[in-house]
C-alpha cells in the first residue's frame, strides 16, 4: 500500500530548498552569476528540478519551468543575479 500523502511535506520541502540548497547554490553569486555558462546552468536546474519534482509530485517527463510555475520556485540562475545586483549595490553604497 502507498499513499499520496506519505513522505515529507512539500511545505517542508520548499523550506528546505529556499533556506538550504539555494543558499548553498547562491554562495558567492556576485563573482560567478554573470558569466554562467550553459553548462553550469544546466546543472543548478538538474538540481532545482529534482526539488521541484518533490514538491509537486508530479510525473518526471513534466517541463522544468511547469514544475517550477507549479511549485512557486524561482529559476535558481535568476535568483543568483539579483543576489550579485544587490551585493554589487551594497557594496556601491559603503563607498
Same mark, same amino acid.
Given at each position: 500500500?502507498?499513499?499520496?500523502?506519505?513522505?515529507?511535506?512539500?511545505? +517542508? +520541502?520548499?523550506?528546505?530548498?529556499?533556506?538550504?540548497? #539555494?543558499?548553498? +547554490?547562491?554562495?558567492?553569486?556576485?563573482?560567478?552569476? #554573470?558569466?554562467?555558462?550553459?553548462?553550469? #546552468?544546466?546543472?543548478?536546474?538538474?538540481?532545482?528540478?529534482?526539488?521541484?519534482?518533490? +514538491?509537486?509530485?508530479?510525473?518526471?517527463?513534466?517541463?522544468?519551468?511547469?514544475?517550477?510555475?507549479?511549485?512557486?520556485?524561482?529559476?535558481?540562475?535568476?535568483? !543568483?543575479?539579483? #543576489? !550579485?545586483? &544587490?551585493?554589487? &549595490?551594497?557594496?556601491?553604497?559603503?563607498?
Amino acid at each position: 500500500m502507498t499513499g499520496r500523502g506519505w513522505g515529507v511535506n512539500p511545505k +517542508i +520541502i520548499r523550506k528546505w530548498y529556499k533556506t538550504v540548497t #539555494e543558499r548553498k +547554490i547562491c554562495y558567492a553569486a556576485s563573482i560567478w552569476a #554573470e558569466n554562467l555558462t550553459v553548462r553550469k #546552468e544546466n546543472i543548478i536546474n538538474s538540481i532545482q528540478r529534482q526539488f521541484a519534482l518533490r +514538491i509537486t509530485h508530479a510525473y518526471r517527463t513534466s517541463p522544468t519551468s511547469a514544475l517550477l510555475t507549479l511549485s512557486g520556485l524561482q529559476p535558481t540562475s535568476l535568483v !543568483a543575479q539579483r #543576489e !550579485a545586483t &544587490l551585493s554589487q &549595490l551594497t557594496r556601491l553604497r559603503k563607498m
